[in-house]
């Protein structure tokens, strides 16, 4: 069956610190993966793309990275600020019209 | 440009009731779609609009009725409503299929049936 799992699902931090959220799949074929943010009472907004041969791509204090190998990837946040405050959407294509969305890391960042 | 809207924002609905949520991009793009988020779960489609003329099925169609009415607007009809249709509802378009092109997202609906 496929699944996207995200870990944690939820968490706190110090506005200024790191933080490192997980994606585990479990899908096949594999077209792409996408980091969304979903603030709160909004639509998720895309973050980056990842393709099968990307290892890392980054967006200003975000780093997504991917290894197809073990089928995980990871989006890192670096000095977090109150604006980070979202949920945060693990999302992989397959191919055509199928999306399969993670439920998401909620991430809380506290002044 | 607005991007994705919807309407309404906020509907409270009595079991057996109908309704239509209304969706409209001004992006331009041909496939449209909609998706309902629920607590713990992520985004289930639908249904979806590969191009203006043709509507299929997604993961969850049951209970739901789709018209693509033209390139711009997509709306979603809940015919007889169910309390397990409580929801928030996104509707989302792009400029092709979503393993190509970045989906835009609607800011949603908050649908209770009660």
């Known amino acids: 069956k496929n699944q996207v799992e995200q870990s944690p699902q939820s968490l706190i931090i110090l506005e200024g610190k790191n933080c490192t959220l997980q994606?585990?799949?479990?899908?096949?074929?594999?077209?792409?993966l996408r980091w969304y943010k979903q603030d709160t009472g909004r639509g998720p907004v895309s973050l980056t793309i990842?393709?099968?041969?990307?290892n890392t791509k980054s967006n200003g204090r975000y780093t997504a990275t991917l290894d197809a190998d073990t089928k995980q990837s990871s989006l890192h946040i670096t000095a977090s600020q109150l604006s980070d405050s979202a949920s945060y959407i693990c999302?992989?294509?397959?191919?055509?019209?199928?999306?399969?969305f993670g439920a998401g890391t909620r991430l809380f960042v506290k002044a | 440009n607005a991007g994705v809207t919807q309407t309404p924002k906020f509907q409270v609905l009595k079991t057996g009731q109908s309704m239509t949520l209304q969706c409209a991009q001004d992006?331009?793009?041909?496939?449209m779609y909609w998706y309902r988020q629920d607590p713990g779960m992520g985004l289930r489609l639908i249904y979806y609009?590969?191009?203006?003329?043709?509507?299929d099925k997604g993961e969850v169609p049951n209970g739901y009725n789709v018209s693509r009415l033209n390139k711009r607007e997509f709306s979603l009809r809940l015919e007889s409503a169910a309390p397990s249709q409580t929801s928030v509802y996104f509707c989302?378009?792009?400029?092709?299929?979503?393993?190509?092109?970045?989906?835009?997202f609607g800011p949603g609906t908050r649908l209770t049936v009660t």
């Open positions: 999302v992989v294509n397959t191919g055509g019209f199928k999306t399969i």
């Open positions: 994606c585990n799949y479990t899908v096949s074929p594999f077209s792409n």
């Open positions: 609009s590969a191009s203006e003329g043709t509507t």
């Open positions: 992006m331009n793009h041909n496939s």
């Open positions: 990842m393709t099968f041969s990307e």
């Open positions: 989302a378009s792009s400029l092709s299929g979503p393993t190509s092109y970045e989906q835009y």
